[in-house]
């Protein structure tokens, strides 16, 4: 008596929760894919974080073409001095020096005289031993990389996007299917406990279908709390509260066959990765720190002008002066221009092997990848095959067991396999469309076209 009120009790919070998640799933605003796309970029963090790299690599370019131009100081100043050396200067530069001024006791012992002075400074960089140059060309590339690092992770948020939002319309399938089936099943159970009770069903059958009803019933419990699991990680991509509830509006559609030659996605991926064009930018800059700290050997070539206003008070008359010149400078002896340049080449060949590492995890991803979805493309016709035939099986076995010629026990086992090919059926078009999704970001075409043409295909 009291394993039977346990189960009443069971099944009625069962079909209450299940009446409280379709009320508020009939409250529940539609998310379309390419919404849900939109919404996971534009809070993706990690792309934030590479806009910042972009934002760093543009400023360090601007900074890399100022050598360019000339470098212009304002000064202003004022001392006061009984320096024999500084007051004579001081009076020269304000034009204030008299004849009187050359008397000797006056040269040697001179009264402290003040000075206020204001001034301009300006220095051009004619040759700098290829260092501008050389910062440009690696700022440059380094702002290429960084953009290339952006694509890609654009491209890791849509493989995400899509991945969470094909796991989550299969979960709405599977949740279909396994309701479908734990419902006619426990209709066809009621019926035969009232038969047991006369004595027409035999007691086994029907507690062996009481057994299999249960694990529909578990089947069904581990669906709903994945299916909670995965609204929480649509919103946590989105931004959005975990608890928020969504009713996605798109269904999958069954993948068609399309050979994927791993051959010819590999060479594709090494031409149109991004990650790739990113190591080929940083490598060029890498390239040009080294050419210019090679060539720090060479001369230096600058101009350089001065004009200054000397007086002795504010509101007396001064004198203005200027400067102008070319300077030359050559480095005789830099101890630690070999170091840099072994730094440079040992940064260099360190990038290079990362990109012969990096060439090779893609091959060997692209050629699992297409073994995967190959073994995908296969199963899902024989699985397709055995769903449709268990399902046949199904409604052979109802009339079957309306005559008595077949327990209750058989009919639910018939459903059970309908419930397992049907849902491996479902996993299987899900697994084809999430490994062509990973096959287009692994080859670096998961582009706005790319995406666009796929959620096409797969009816997102």
Same mark, same amino acid.
């Given at each position: 008596?009291?394993?039977?009120?346990?189960?009443?009790?069971?099944?009625?919070?069962?079909?209450?929760? @299940?009446?409280?998640?379709? *009320? $508020?799933?009939?409250?529940?605003?539609?998310?379309?894919? $390419?919404?849900?796309?939109?919404?996971?970029?534009?809070y993706y963090p990690r792309l934030k974080a590479v806009h910042s790299d972009i934002d760093v690599a543009l400023a360090r370019k601007i900074q890399a073409q100022s050598g360019f131009w000339p470098s212009l100081d304002v000064s202003a100043g004022y001392q006061i001095s009984n320096d024999p050396v500084n007051v004579f200067g001081m009076l020269l530069r304000q034009e204030r020096f008299t004849s009187s001024d050359f008397d000797l006791k006056r040269l040697n012992t001179p009264d402290r005289h003040q000075d206020l002075s204001a001034g301009v400074h300006a220095q051009w960089p004619l040759f700098d031993a290829m260092q501008t140059?050389?910062?440009?060309?690696?700022?440059?590339?380094?702002?290429?990389?960084?953009?290339?690092?952006?694509?890609? @992770?654009?491209?890791?948020?849509?493989?995400?996007?899509?991945?969470?939002?094909?796991?989550?319309? @299969?979960?709405?399938?599977?949740?279909?299917?396994?309701?479908?089936?734990?419902?006619?099943?426990?209709?066809?159970?009621?019926?035969?406990?009232?038969?047991?009770?006369?004595?027409?069903?035999?007691?086994?059958?029907?507690?062996?279908?009481?057994?299999?009803?249960?694990?529909?019933?578990?089947?069904?419990? $581990?669906?709903?709390?994945q299916k909670v699991a995965m609204t929480a990680l649509l919103n946590i991509l989105m931004g959005e509260s975990p608890e928020k509830v969504w009713l996605l509006t798109s269904t999958i559609k069954e993948a068609g066959s399309m050979h994927q030659d791993s051959r010819e996605l590999i060479k594709t991926a090494l031409v149109d990765r991004p990650d790739i064009s990113s190591m080929r930018s940083r490598l060029q800059a890498f390239d040009s720190d080294l050419s210019r700290e090679q060539s720090a050997i060479f001369?230096?070539?600058?101009?350089?002008? *001065?004009?200054?206003?000397?007086?002795?008070?504010?509101?007396?008359?001064?004198?203005?002066?200027?400067?102008?010149?070319?300077?030359?400078?050559?480095?005789?002896?830099?101890?630690?221009?070999?170091?840099?340049?072994?730094?440079?080449?040992?940064?260099?060949?360190?990038?290079?092997? *990362?990109?012969?590492?990096?060439?090779? @995890?893609?091959?060997?991803?692209?050629?699992?990848?297409?073994?995967?979805?190959?073994?995908?493309?296969?199963?899902?016709?024989?699985?397709?095959?055995?769903?449709? *035939?268990?399902?046949?099986?199904?409604?052979f076995v109802v009339p079957l067991y309306s005559e008595g010629r077949k327990s209750i026990a058989d009919l639910l086992e018939a459903r059970r396999t309908y419930l397992q090919s049907a849902q491996a059926y479902q996993k299987a078009v899900m697994g084809i469309w999430l490994s062509e999704a990973r096959l287009l970001f692994l080859t670096g075409q998961l582009n706005t076209d790319g995406m666009k043409q796929f959620a096409e295909g797969a009816g997102l």
């Amino acid at each position: 008596m009291t394993f039977k009120f346990l189960l009443f009790l069971v099944v009625s919070c069962l079909l209450s929760s @299940t009446a409280l998640a379709s *009320d $508020e799933m009939t409250g529940a605003a539609e998310l379309t894919f $390419e919404v849900f796309s939109r919404k996971v970029l534009d809070y993706y963090p990690r792309l934030k974080a590479v806009h910042s790299d972009i934002d760093v690599a543009l400023a360090r370019k601007i900074q890399a073409q100022s050598g360019f131009w000339p470098s212009l100081d304002v000064s202003a100043g004022y001392q006061i001095s009984n320096d024999p050396v500084n007051v004579f200067g001081m009076l020269l530069r304000q034009e204030r020096f008299t004849s009187s001024d050359f008397d000797l006791k006056r040269l040697n012992t001179p009264d402290r005289h003040q000075d206020l002075s204001a001034g301009v400074h300006a220095q051009w960089p004619l040759f700098d031993a290829m260092q501008t140059i050389g910062r440009v060309r690696s700022a440059r590339e380094n702002l290429k990389a960084s953009q290339s690092d952006e694509a890609f @992770t654009i491209m890791e948020a849509r493989l995400i996007a899509q991945d969470a939002y094909l796991n989550a319309l @299969t979960l709405d399938k599977l949740l279909f299917i396994i309701e479908e089936v734990q419902k006619n099943s426990a209709d066809d159970l009621k019926i035969a406990k009232d038969l047991k009770d006369k004595g027409m069903v035999l007691g086994a059958d029907y507690y062996a279908s009481r057994v299999l009803l249960g694990d529909f019933i578990r089947m069904k419990n $581990e669906l709903s709390r994945q299916k909670v699991a995965m609204t929480a990680l649509l919103n946590i991509l989105m931004g959005e509260s975990p608890e928020k509830v969504w009713l996605l509006t798109s269904t999958i559609k069954e993948a068609g066959s399309m050979h994927q030659d791993s051959r010819e996605l590999i060479k594709t991926a090494l031409v149109d990765r991004p990650d790739i064009s990113s190591m080929r930018s940083r490598l060029q800059a890498f390239d040009s720190d080294l050419s210019r700290e090679q060539s720090a050997i060479f001369p230096r070539l600058s101009a350089f002008a *001065d004009a200054v206003n000397g007086r002795n008070k504010v509101g007396a008359s001064g004198g203005n002066n200027y400067t102008v010149g070319v300077k030359a400078e050559l480095p005789l002896f830099d101890p630690s221009r070999d170091g840099r340049v072994k730094e440079a080449k040992a940064r260099k060949a360190r990038l290079e092997h *990362d990109m012969e590492s990096l060439k090779d @995890t893609i091959s060997r991803d692209i050629v699992e990848e297409t073994a995967r979805y190959d073994t995908f493309l296969d199963n899902t016709a024989v699985l397709k095959g055995m769903a449709d *035939d268990a399902k046949v099986a199904v409604s052979f076995v109802v009339p079957l067991y309306s005559e008595g010629r077949k327990s209750i026990a058989d009919l639910l086992e018939a459903r059970r396999t309908y419930l397992q090919s049907a849902q491996a059926y479902q996993k299987a078009v899900m697994g084809i469309w999430l490994s062509e999704a990973r096959l287009l970001f692994l080859t670096g075409q998961l582009n706005t076209d790319g995406m666009k043409q796929f959620a096409e295909g797969a009816g997102l």
